[in-house]
């Protein structure tokens, strides 16, 4: 009996969405909200709640639109088309930071949302915020499902355009530096970076550069830029520590000498080095504990302002420096880790699922998880070869089961 009426509840609330939908498509709104307020009172669902709010967005009824699309996510915290929809509306008013904010959470349960990659990438550029901006443009071209749109092909055409002129400006680059030439080496990296900021490479050489020029405060910028872009290149974190270390900004040294350990754990020499520097630099930390408050406010402000890498790094060096409350931060940073990358989240839960699976033998139910993988993730990478082969195992079992 309770499966039936599950069933009477499904096929009730299709019924009213279309119903909706195709007044909603012929631009009745008036007539769509009278439907789907019909249905909500009774049975509370949060696509009715969603499609409730686009109505009254259409409606120019700017507070029940919130107000609808705040039930839907209360009762569906992964509606991600509500949170998309939120910062739509508050874009349009101007709100640029809380739109760039409710986008970001949208792309947590759904990343491959090529449309709300595209109003981060305008969001961000609109903030001059070049480097933000570039990076979910390239999430449009990777999840845009119509690669025949004029809007596709422009933004396609010039970011390509932008990439290769980069790359041989970065050639040019590397051969003049190679010369000992570095100031031809600097001005052709610069303009590596002016058509694309997002290039790890230009970032190291044009910061190493600066450090041979003692100019410490403009080779911390580039390296730092090249650590979001390579998070995991352990080499960045040694040079950002000797730099804050020879500028006596003891604070930042020791936050990443600290992380440079972590790194180098398997190299005695790196490791016992590097320990040492912290042990000399931890007194003069304990002398002035008003350093420390200082990266929790620059954290906050770089928050405010939709500057999440930036954000993350000082949130790492408050935790770091105050490790009494690191616990309390370590939620936060992960939050806003999975903001900007929430494919690997997704990747490994979909793994978890779709193993879940195939070991039940559930092949066609096992399948489109393991090709969420593959779209989320890029030919390159190991998790890409791994889904592949799990997607043909299926298809395998399912061709052996119907022969």
Not at 67 to 72: D, G, V
Not at 229 to 236: A, F, G, Q, V
Not at 355 to 377: D, H, V
């Amino acid at each position: 009996m309770e499966e039936e009426n599950k069933r009477y509840i499904n096929n009730n609330k299709e019924a009213v969405l279309s119903n909706a939908q195709k007044q909603y498509a012929q631009g009745n709104y008036a007539e769509a909200l009278k439907i789907l307020l019909g249905t909500v009172n009774t049975s509370p669902d949060s696509e009715i709640y969603l499609e409730i709010g686009n109505c009254y967005y259409m409606l120019h009824q700017n507070e029940e639109a919130l107000e609808s699309w705040s039930k839907a996510i209360k009762l569906n915290p992964k509606n991600s088309r509500a949170y998309s929809n939120m910062g739509n509306l508050y874009y349009r008013d101007g709100q640029i930071e809380k739109a760039i904010s409710l986008w970001l959470v949208a792309l947590i349960s759904r990343p491959e949302d090529a449309n709300t990659s595209l109003n981060l990438a305008i969001a961000f550029n609109e903030k001059n915020m070049r480097f933000e901006s570039i990076k979910y443009f390239e999430k449009y071209i990777k999840y845009a499902e119509d690669k025949t749109s004029q809007e596709y092909l422009k933004v396609k055409t010039k970011l390509v355009h932008c990439y290769n002129v980069a790359n041989q400006y970065l050639t040019f680059g590397v051969q003049f530096q190679s010369e000992n030439n570095d100031k031809k080496a600097a001005a052709c990296y610069f303009k590596s970076l002016a058509n694309y900021p997002n290039l790890s490479k230009t970032n190291l050489n044009l910061g190493s550069i600066f450090f041979a020029d003692k100019n410490l405060d403009l080779a911390i910028k580039y390296w730092k830029t090249a650590m979001y872009i390579e998070p995991n290149y352990d080499k960045i974190y040694s040079n950002l520590a000797i730099s804050y270390d020879l500028m006596k900004k003891f604070d930042y040294a020791y936050c990443y000498y600290d992380r440079y350990m972590n790194y180098v754990i398997n190299n005695k020499e790196e490791y016992a080095k590097a320990n040492r520097r912290l042990l000399k630099i931890k007194p003069y930390l304990n002398e002035h504990p008003e350093l420390i408050p200082k990266h929790l406010a620059l954290a906050n402000t770089h928050l405010a302002n939709s500057e999440f890498n930036e954000a993350i790094d000082e949130f790492k060096n408050y935790s770091i420096l105050n490790p009494a409350e690191k616990q309390k931060y370590k939620d936060i940073i992960e939050k806003l880790e999975s903001y900007l990358n929430p494919e690997l989240s997704i990747i490994k839960s979909c793994f978890e699922i779709g193993n879940n699976l195939l070991t039940e033998g559930r092949f066609s139910e096992a399948k489109p998880y393991f090709w969420r993988i593959m779209k989320l993730s890029s030919p390159q990478y190991l998790e890409f070869t791994k889904a592949r082969a799990k997607y043909a195992q299926c298809e395998k079992a399912e061709a052996e089961i119907s022969v």
